[in-house]
T-cell receptor, first 113, second 111 residues
Framework: DTEVTQTPKHLVMGMTNKKSLKCEQH?????MYWYKQKAKKPPELMFV???????INESVPSRFSPECPNSSLLNLHLHALQPEDSALYLC????????????FGSGTQLSVL | QKEVEQDPGPLSVPEGAIVSLNCTYS??????FMWYRQYSRKGPELLMY????GNKEDGRFTAQVDKSSKYISLFIRDSQPSDSATYLC???????????FGSGTRLQVQP
């Protein structure tokens, strides 16, 4: 299994809602990532988990809250988002260690109304 | 100046052409170099991964890294309409797991 699976594929939420994005991989990778991508822009790093510990937080607003329950799962909890947070949210994983070649999921297309 | 520069295109070529995609970078600490292909509203797909300088070939794809010039390339031979996508270069240095992406080049292969 060489896939990173993200759910849901599409999400529409209001600014007062709480929702969660989920990501799963079964490649035995020990690093997992959240990226945000706006249309026609490259992905922007949000968070990195290494061996289930948060190792990088790119000054992301607290309305985004990551969680890594185990080495195969990664969640992103969303609360009180703004319309400008509408984007494609990508999960990725890598083996860990030095090699940073990431494998991405298909993403969750998020619209905040 | 951005750390990684990539021409956004669009680049339009006829089917069967050889495509050359390029990135330049300024950070001499970069050691790992990757090319991703991204279709519209989908996640990036890893195409090629190279460590340090040199060439790597995989089917119709060849990746080249010239660290002395801080220049990387991706060549696509016998291009197909299905190659139409955005191609992102990405790179990383030792000790930092996160990638620095180029802005992406949009490629259109005309049948």
């Amino acid at each position: 299994d060489t896939e990173v699976t993200q759910t849901p594929k599409h999400l529409v939420m209001g600014m007062t809602n709480k929702k969660s994005l989920k990501c799963e991989q079964h490649m035995g990778h020990r690093a997992m990532y959240w990226y945000k991508q706006k249309a026609k822009k490259p992905p922007e790093l949000m968070f990195v988990y290494s061996y289930e510990k948060l190792s990088i937080n790119e000054s992301v607003p607290s309305r985004f809250s990551p969680e890594c329950p185990n080495s195969s799962l990664l969640n992103l909890h969303l609360h009180a988002l703004q319309p400008e947070d509408s984007a494609l949210y990508l999960c990725a994983s890598s083996q860990g260690g030095e090699a940073p070649n990431l494998f991405f999921g298909s993403g969750t297309q998020l619209s905040v109304l | 100046q951005k750390e990684v520069e990539q021409d956004p295109g669009p680049l339009s070529v006829p089917e069967g052409a050889i495509v050359s995609l390029n990135c330049t970078y300024s950070n001499s600490a970069f050691q790992y170099f990757m090319w991703y292909r991204q279709y519209s509203r989908k996640g990036p797909e890893l195409l090629m991964y190279t460590y340090s300088s040199g060439n790597k070939e995989d089917g119709r794809f060849t990746a080249q890294v010239d660290k002395s010039s801080k220049y990387i390339s991706l060549f696509i031979r016998d291009s197909q309409p299905s190659d139409s996508a955005t191609y992102l270069c990405a790179m990383s240095g030792t000790g930092r797991r996160a990638l620095t992406f180029g802005s992406g080049t949009r490629l259109q292969v005309q049948p």
